[in-house]
């Protein structure tokens, strides 16, 4: 039985992959069926938890009012002082 050169060709294509695949899985694919567990013991202590969180950025107010005129001048007076509460 003679075989054309396009069989041929792919019949040994398929086998290389083949291999290749099958030596990749041998040597490289770990097995998901193992897993394995370690026992820690430790004696339970009476402390305080602390919850925290540190980030890099910047902050800003919720509430801040930023105050913008329509004319330049100066302040002459501050009639309140920093902290108190104004009503309107």
Not at 5 to 10: A, C, E, I
Not at 37 to 56: A, H, L, P, R, Y
Request: hydrophobic share 40%; no cysteine; net charge positive.
């Amino acid at each position: 039985m003679k075989l054309s050169p396009f069989v041929k060709k792919t019949l040994t294509g398929v086998i290389i992959m083949g291999l290749a695949y099958g030596g990749y899985s041998y040597f490289f694919k770990k097995s998901s069926t193992t897993a394995s567990f370690t026992n820690v013991e430790t004696k339970v202590k009476k402390g305080n938890i602390e919850n925290s969180v540190q980030v890099i950025g910047t902050s800003a107010l919720v509430y801040e009012q930023k105050m913008q005129f329509s004319q330049a001048g100066k302040v002459a007076k501050i009639l309140v002082k920093e902290g108190e509460k104004v009503k309107k």
